[in-house]
């Protein structure tokens, strides 16, 4: 069960790592390319669509598999595992999940209410601009974060 425990850790981490890395590499500078109401419109579809099964357990299961896969680490006599383990879930919980609910969804959720309808080019430039900077610095955070929780869990398994 250890084993098996320390692979759902390390596939759920390295997940949402992938997740997180993807929009630093990608996914916001593309947006930046669009037109700022055209880049509003498209990230508030993408925070619309991301409410979904497939995204849940890559973004919250990850610290409880890393917890569980300490306790069977502890229970197994492995200490140093559980102890990267237990790492891994308190980094990815605050630099992760914390960081999410705190920042980057009031963030999603105020960009929501921008009626792109009824405002001009500039002030969507504007708003898009503000917007994808601070939002983008956050990001680069969880992605550093759950980079680090990855490594947690990779020294885990060494560890095994």
């Given at each position: ?52 099964p ?93 980079g ?13």
């Amino acid at each position: 069960m250890f084993r098996l425990s320390l692979s759902i850790s390390l596939i759920l981490v390295g997940g949402i790592f992938g997740f997180f890395y993807a929009y630093v590499a990608s996914g916001i500078n593309g947006l930046n390319t669009m037109a700022g109401i055209d880049a509003i419109n498209a990230m508030n579809a993408i925070n619309g669509a991301i409410r979904n099964p497939i995204f849940f357990p890559f973004f919250f299961l990850p610290p409880i598999a890393c917890f569980i896969a300490c306790a069977l680490a502890r229970a197994n006599m492995r200490p140093t595992s559980a102890i990267w383990l237990a790492v891994a879930g308190m980094i990815y919980l605050g630099g992760g999940i914390l960081i999410t609910m705190l920042i980057n969804v009031p963030m999603n959720q105020s960009l929501m209410l921008v009626d792109t309808a009824t405002i001009n080019a500039a002030q969507g430039d504007e708003i898009w601009g503000a917007y994808a900077r601070d939002w983008y610095f956050w990001n680069v955070v969880r992605t550093i974060c759950s980079g680090f929780a990855l490594l947690c869990v990779g020294n885990a398994l060494f560890r095994a």
